[in-house]
Each structure stands twice: as C-alpha cells, then as structure tokens.
C-alpha cells in the first residue's frame, strides 16, 4: 500500500465519530429557514433569478430577446450575448435605457418601442433565448397569450424561454404565510402596505370586473396552469410551470421543441 494510499484511508477515518444524527446545515426545501450560514443565507429574488434563468443560459452566441425592458437592469445582465432584442411600451428616452445601459453597446442591444403584441419587427427564427421579468404581470390575459402566439416564428428550435406573471392566487398564499417567509422585522407600515396591494390587485382585476377599463400600470392575474395551458397548445414545450425561485410570482420555463411534435 503506498503512502498516498494511506493518506486517503487515514483521511476517510478522520471523519469517524463527527456529526452524530448527520450533518445537516439547513433545509434546502425552506426558502427563508435559519441555516448555518447566517445572514450569508439570503441573496435577493432578482440575483437568484439572474444566476437560475440568465447566466446558464447566456454566452457570445446567444441571440436574446427581452420583453419589456425598462431601463435595462436585466438587459445588462445579458450583455454577454452576441445579440439583444428589446421590446418597450415606452421610448429608450422616457425609460432612460442608453443612460443606464450604455450607448457602447448599440452594436450589439437592439430598442424597438412597440404599440401591439404582433411581435412584427422581430426576424424570423432568430432568437435561442426570451427573457421577460415584472412585465406580463401588466398586460392584460389576451395580450399575454398573444405575445405567445406570436413569438412562436421568432423563435430558435430549441430556445429556452423564462416568463414572470401575475398569478394572484400565489401572490395571495405567499401573503398569507409572510410572518414564515419573511427575513426581517415586519413593522405595520410594511404590513398595511402589502395588504394595501393585495387588495388594490384584486379590486383592479381585469378578469374580474370585464367591463371596467384598465388602470394604467395595474396588475393581471392569469393563473399558472391558463399559461401552461396556453403554451401546450400553441406547442411549445413547458419546462416547468413555476421555477419556484420566487414566492410571490410564477417564473415559467418554456421551450421551443427542437423537433416538430
């Protein structure tokens, strides 16, 4: 037996006796449970979201496209593809996006501010990756389902697609069991501010009042298995209903089939 041989047995003993019961150092299926490391547990829903739905998806050959860009927090975090695609309601100019993004990069991020959902300015069979965060929660279930619709020829076989909605029966639960998902001190302010929205949200829902027109910037809530639904028969691929990665709102993950079905 050599001496490195050795070595690795002695190693292998050295755990002998420790951690009676097992090791254990959280559960992994808690989201806000106290766990050994500390206030180094936590990391913010829109950073676990860059590194689940962005970064593995994300290289030099990537064509993207992103729905409703804002200003571009998420466009930058994309900015290692070879392509960006950005559609907006709003003007690059009212939503500050070259100020924020960087004029350097107009080679590479494309802005088209859009008055429909036809998806019309787009090419072809173009792009292997869709991203859209904190957007479809503001359109209306029709313009949601359009927007499906009519990505379809735009898309890659084989793209990956990561769409946040507004679900409010999730959002909803996610309220109800605050005091068990929260991280800090909840103070009434913070309290009679959520219960505020939750109600404001339902009171406001398209789907629920037909007849009363929209209020601008409000939410819509289509639920998770309408969307799932929806996309199945438009043929895509459904992923994951629900990543999960937020408590609040439904990420889904949808493929285009690399084959036809």
Not at 51 to 76: M, S, V
Not at 126 to 136: E, K, P, R, T
Not at 238 to 251: A, F, K, M, Q, T
């Amino acid at each position: 037996m050599d001496s490195t041989h050795e070595a690795l047995e002695d190693h292998i003993h050295s755990f002998d006796g420790l951690w009676r019961g097992g090791y254990w150092v959280g559960d992994p299926l808690d989201p806000v449970r106290h766990n050994d490391y500390g206030f180094l547990g936590y990391v913010s829903v829109l950073y676990a979201t860059y590194h689940a739905c962005i970064r593995p998806y994300i290289d030099r050959a990537t064509c993207a496209l992103e729905i409703g860009c804002g200003r571009g927090a998420w466009t930058r975090a994309m900015l290692d593809a070879r392509e960006i695609w950005c559609l907006d309601a709003l003007s690059a100019e009212h939503n500050g996006f070259w100020n924020y993004v960087g004029r350097e990069h107009q080679a590479k991020v494309r802005y088209i501010q859009v008055s429909d959902f036809s998806c019309s300015d787009l090419p072809d069979s173009h792009f292997d990756y869709l991203f859209s965060f904190g957007v479809f929660c503001h359109i209306v279930k029709e313009g949601q389902f359009a927007y499906y619709r009519n990505l379809w020829p735009k898309l890659k076989p084989g793209a990956n697609c990561f769409v946040m909605f507004g679900d409010f029966d999730k959002g909803a639960l996610a309220f109800k069991h605050l005091s068990r998902f929260r991280i800090s001190r909840l103070t009434l302010r913070a309290f009679l501010s959520g219960l505020r929205r939750e109600r404001w949200q339902r009171k406001h829902n398209w789907h629920e009042k037909e007849n009363r027109p929209p209020v601008s910037g409000q939410w819509y809530h289509v639920s998770t298995a309408e969307t799932a639904d929806c996309l199945r028969s438009l043929g895509y691929e459904v992923v994951s209903p629900d990543i999960g990665i937020n408590l609040r709102d439904p990420v889904v993950h949808f493929r285009k089939p690399s084959q036809p079905c």
